[in-house]
């Protein structure tokens, strides 16, 4: 995977110039969708991502999350490892058949190392645990998006046994 020095990220990163989707006067928005039905995972994130750059929105089902996709592209979607209508393989299933489908990053409350492969083999981003760490989540969500901006391609893991 290429390395990209912590400066660059954030020289790149709200109040720093570059971002995706809508425009604030020159100044592009980050819009990223988190789909969980845990309102204290938004809460969480809303804090942790606090910069008028950097729009969080949720939504709770992985219906309603591909309705919205389809409406409104999203950079990157954080999604609950299971959800009441399916879990984060449905999600990154579906959102791969999107025109410019978003980098896929996967929470639990479980997270080890065989949901982290599955994941990054299976074409997601990376996994989050839970609760969430502030720098860990703008690390991830940051560098997520920078690679989907910058075209740079993902390195899927290799297959643990």
């Given at each position: 995977?290429?390395r990209?020095?912590s400066?660059?990220l ?9 971002h ?32 008028p750059?950097w729009h ?8 309603e999350?591909?309705a ?7 950079s ?30 996967v929470?639990?409350?479980?997270a ?37 901006e910058?075209?740079?391609p993902t ?7």
């Amino acid at each position: 995977m290429r390395r990209i020095k912590s400066s660059a990220l954030t020289s790149n990163l709200p109040g720093g110039g570059i971002h995706s989707s809508k425009r604030v006067g020159q100044r592009k928005v980050f819009r990223i969708l988190l789909i969980s039905g845990a309102p204290e995972d938004f809460d969480a994130l809303r804090t942790i991502l606090n910069d008028p750059l950097w729009h969080l929105a949720r939504v709770g089902t992985c219906e309603e999350a591909f309705a919205r996709l389809c409406r409104k592209p999203m950079s990157v979607v954080v999604c609950e490892s299971d959800l009441p209508d399916g879990n984060w393989r449905d999600v990154l299933n579906r959102t791969s058949q999107l025109a410019d489908p978003p980098a896929l990053i996967v929470t639990s409350r479980l997270a080890d190392e065989h949901l982290w492969a599955e994941v990054l083999n299976l074409g997601g981003y990376d996994v989050l645990a839970k609760p969430f760490r502030e720098g860990e989540v703008r690390h991830v969500i940051s560098t997520a998006w920078i690679q989907k901006e910058k075209s740079i391609p993902t390195v899927r893991a290799a297959a643990t046994a």
